[in-house]
């Protein structure tokens, strides 16, 4: 039990090796419990939006004149519905559960008197988050398929651009979790940033129907972004340029999240 | 204090170590040296410093000033290298309720990149070695305080470490789950394996330290074996003295008496000391000493004559009590 445990020098080790993984496998452990239950609510929200949004409501609009090129209500919000789903799950995992992690069931610190430094606490959950976005989509994108509301084969994009989104706001939300003692600030952040932004970030409407002085603020926001992105792709519109754009400030929101988030994580947890 | 000779093969090896959040100076300067195979304690009340000292050896909390090394490494460059070999016990349990009892141990050992069978089977051993083999498959959050106690020491030997380090172990648990625990850090401790513990029951210390530090305001204060500290701060024996108390006295003896009982102990005893409740009389023989205060008409309410314990070296050292 107490043999010195070897001290030789790191060799060069597979990249599932890194410690990172560890974290994933840790989650994805603690998601083997409840895969039911996400596989449950994570089927029947897209359902009940697509029949409500879609269907429902999809019905006077497509009536009152519809939507240019007469694409139908339902094809129309379908893929930012999508999108906005990935999204709010990564908000939301990036939040409470890593402040449980940080400061209620101090987990984190657990691991931390293990070779896994705090950079890779970051990285390994940023993996799951990934994964649960990820998952998300496939099952929104399955029951999208389901209700034939498919316009191009480009549509299953949708998942890869949820994935960008969903990273685009966890890794600022985890860096700013990381500087928060209590969880006060949450609330003030869903009722004031993630859902405004899910109601006026173009999902269920152009952003050009919103008031002129509101316009740039949703172009500065990543969901418009990845709804505008994901929405084109799946009508089948492809424009290079303006892609391009959508991706670059989703990506630079990513990275510049996971750059904030490595100062605020070790700044916390490494004192 | 005396001086302790560097040596080549300390496990821990601390000089002028130092620690500082902001403006406050929680470890200041401290010197000392863990070697292999020792129960090594630091001694103190909450806030003395204990626990910063714990988290830089533990390489967890950047040294501000001073020297630190463990297994000979530098805690800031090697930090990940000394925590692979260490097994740490934090105050708090930090235990995943995610996860069953087993789970919390499998992936603690994934997380020192043991592979999944070599993490199981240390796992089920472990879980003999603290007695909770029946409870492998339960959730963590209903265990009683003891078996989590004991559950994060087992997550803390996953690893095989060479160095224990725990931090208050034992507090907040009843005194049957604390004898368990001393149980079976006496048996790691026979097996080789070197304890590094903090600690402010001085019964903890006496009990499991070979050798210790008394820490007060963020300095060590005192260093050697329970033994050398008692021989050398206080008498072998205490007698303690209480008086009735009466309206409106403080200390339980009134002003004007006081002076009347320290004339009836002159000569009696090496050191008195009052506390709020009673007298402590270190002397080296305590019956000899009650019996020849009663002589000189001494009518205390109650006598007790005990053997003098680190409480007592602490008392002396800070003039005050170590649990307060």
């Known amino acids: ?271 | 204090m005396p001086e302790i000779p560097p040596t080549q093969d300390s496990v821990i090896h601390a000089r002028g170590l130092t620690k500082c959040f902001g403006a406050m100076t929680a470890v200041d300067g401290v010197d000392f040296d863990v070697a292999p195979g020792e129960a090594f304690g630091f001694l103190g009340p909450n806030g003395a410093g204990k626990t910063s000292t714990m988290r830089m050896i533990g390489a967890v909390s950047p040294v501000s000033a001073g020297t630190l090394t463990v297994f000979g490494l530098d805690p800031a460059r090697q930090g990940a290298r000394i925590r692979a070999r260490l097994g740490v016990v934090p105050q708090a349990d930090t235990l995943d309720n995610e996860l069953t009892v087993m789970e919390n141990l499998l992936i603690y050992g994934r997380y020192f990149g043991l592979p999944w069978n070599e993490s199981r089977r240390r796992a089920k051993e472990l879980l003999e070695f603290v007695q909770l083999t029946d409870r492998s498959n339960d959730q963590v959050e209903p265990l009683s305080g003891g078996m989590k106690r004991r559950l994060v020491i087992a997550r803390a030997l996953i690893n095989e470490p060479a160095l224990l380090l725990l931090d208050e172990p034992t507090t907040g648990l009843d005194p049957q789950a604390r004898h368990l625990l001393w149980d079976r850090l006496y048996r790691l401790k026979q097996r080789g394996v070197t304890l590094c513990l903090t600690t402010h029951y001085m019964d903890e210390a006496e009990q499991l330290c070979d050798r210790l530090v008394v820490m007060d305001k963020a300095k060590i204060v005192a260093e050697g074996s329970p033994r050398q500290l008692i021989e050398q701060y206080v008498t072998r024996e205490v007698l303690e003295l209480r008086f009735n108390r009466d309206e409106g006295e403080v200390g339980g003896i009134a002003a004007d008496d006081s002076a009347h009982i320290d004339h009836q102990l002159d000569g009696l005893a090496e050191r008195i000391e009052q506390l709020p409740d009673r007298l402590l009389v270190y002397t080296a023989d305590g019956d000899a000493t009650a019996a020849a205060a009663f002589e000189r008409g001494l009518r205390p309410a109650s006598i007790l004559v005990r053997r003098s314990t680190l409480e007592d070296v602490f008392l002396r050292l800070t003039g005050r009590s170590l649990v307060e």
Do not use: C
């Open chain 1, 1 to 271: 039990m107490a043999a010195i445990a070897s001290a030789s020098s790191a060799p060069r080790l597979p990249l599932a090796a890194h410690p990172a993984f560890r974290i994933l496998e840790h989650d994805l452990l603690v998601f083997r419990r409840r895969w039911h239950s996400y596989l449950l609510s994570g089927l029947t929200q897209p359902f009940l939006y697509l029949v409500s949004m879609g269907i429902g409501l999809g019905l006077y609009v497509n009536r009152s004149g519809g939507l240019p090129g007469g694409v139908p209500y339902l094809n129309y919000i379908a893929p930012a519905l999508l999108v906005t789903q990935a999204m709010m799950a990564a908000a939301f995992e990036s939040a409470w559960p890593i402040m449980s992690k940080i400061n209620w069931e101090k987990t984190y610190l657990a691991a931390l008197n293990t070779p896994i430094g705090a950079t890779n606490l970051l990285a390994g959950d940023l993996m799951w988050i990934a994964f649960r976005a990820v998952l998300i989509s496939v099952m929104f994108f399955a029951v999208i398929l389901a209700f034939g509301a498919v316009s191009s084969p480009l549509a299953v994009l949708a998942v890869p651009v949820a994935l960008l989104t969903a990273l685009s706001f966890a890794a600022p939300i985890m860096a700013f979790t990381a500087t928060q003692k209590t969880d006060q600030a949450f609330n003030m952040l869903f009722r004031f940033g993630i859902t405004p932004l899910f109601l006026f970030s173009g999902t269920f409407f152009p952003i050009e129907k919103l008031p002129l002085f509101m316009q740039p603020l949703a172009w500065i926001t990543p969901l418009y972004h990845g709804v505008a992105l994901a929405r084109g792709l799946s009508l089948g519109q492809v424009d290079a340029v303006g892609d391009l754009v959508h991706v670059a400030v989703l990506g630079a929101f990513a990275v510049a999240g996971v750059l904030a988030a490595r100062i605020t994580f070790r700044r916390r947890l490494e004192v």
